[in-house]
């Protein structure tokens, strides 16, 4: 049964998705710096009040783009924690390349972070936009660590494997080189890290 | 014996000592947005154009003062690997820690990246800031990864254990809770953090 009276406009699916491609679209193309909410209000055609009231910035809109980016990727225990953590990881490299070489042509060698960085530089200028961010890596984190709980659950990792902790390690180790270090990422290094991090180091 | 003839004047390491003292206090105490190389300049008692000659822009000064504080932590093997990483890691947590409260009164229960997400984000602005944010982490990694194969043939990691991974997975740990999920990083984080990493998760 629907309500007899409605309060205001239901939001719009359809619109929705409609600002949320164009406004992928338009950020890939551009990079952070010439990306506009003004020109992803006209590619979508809606007004742009219309998203300044949900994305009071331009950082607010970014942050829900790349939320609807990461949510594209799945994240499953299959079975095998080794080939199943190597897929995400490799999901997570590409969602990285894909940001980092916003608004850069694909063959510019630019190893740098770009989007990536500029994302978190916003996070932490403008607390609502680091709380906006947080939220988004606790709601998307909390999958893989549910597949680190089933792979324990399944005897494939050691009963007091701690999954927050394990997780840091995997994902921090592809932040850290993409972010800090500028080394590169990649299958092969995700074959290593994963690897690395199964086994531990001690002798 | 000193050479006959000079070319041009010698840096004067008292001079450069001063200046990084005052570029480091003014950046502890003003934060980023605030920092400012005139104001460096007259702090130090040195001439803006000085500084403007080693360091062109802002950004320039501000990685040079955060490569300074670097290298006044110790990174030694001294026989005991756990607690070697354990002292180190904890090293980079307060450095951390001081470089994202600059600007901030220390008890303003702020939680977010400051200073250590502005240099990310100037780096992968900025090919140079990038290149000389690269060159002060391969030169204080290269330490850190000597301590590591130092422990290994002393037989404390495992024969192929790949430094460079392991370090990535412990110092990107931190760095992804600071900058990315906003989650806290301190003692009790660090010791999980060395505990999981040499280890291992498999059964």
Not at 52 to 70: F, S
Not at 123 to 130: F, K, T, V, Y
Not at 149 to 171: I, K, N, S, T
Request: hydrophobic letters at 45%; one cysteine or more; proline letters at 3%.
């Amino acid at each position: 049964m629907e309500p007899a009276v409605r309060r205001g406009r239901p939001r719009s699916e359809a619109a929705d998705a409609r600002i949320n491609g164009a406004a992928l679209e338009l950020l890939l193309e551009r990079g952070y710096d010439a990306f506009s909410v003004d020109e992803v209000a006209v590619k979508a055609g809606v007004a742009k009040t219309t998203l300044y009231r949900r994305w009071p910035t331009k950082d607010h809109l970014v942050v829900a783009v790349v939320a609807r980016m990461q949510d594209e990727v799945p994240v499953e225990y299959r079975g095998d924690v080794r080939a199943d953590l190597t897929r995400y990881l490799n999901a997570i490299v590409d969602g990285l390349d894909r940001m980092r070489l916003a608004g850069r042509p694909a063959a510019s060698g630019d190893a740098s972070a770009g989007l990536v960085a500029e994302v978190a530089a916003a996070a932490a200028r403008h607390a609502d936009i680091g709380s906006a961010v947080q939220a988004m890596f606790v709601r998307r984190n909390a999958l893989v660590l549910r597949l680190i709980e089933e792979a324990r659950d399944a005897g494939e990792l050691c009963e007091d494997v701690e999954p927050e902790v394990l997780f840091d390690q995997l994902a921090g180790a592809l932040y850290y080189r993409l972010l800090i270090t500028g080394r590169p990422i990649g299958t092969a290094y995700v074959d290593r890290l994963v690897t690395s991090v199964l086994r531990g180091a001690a002798a």
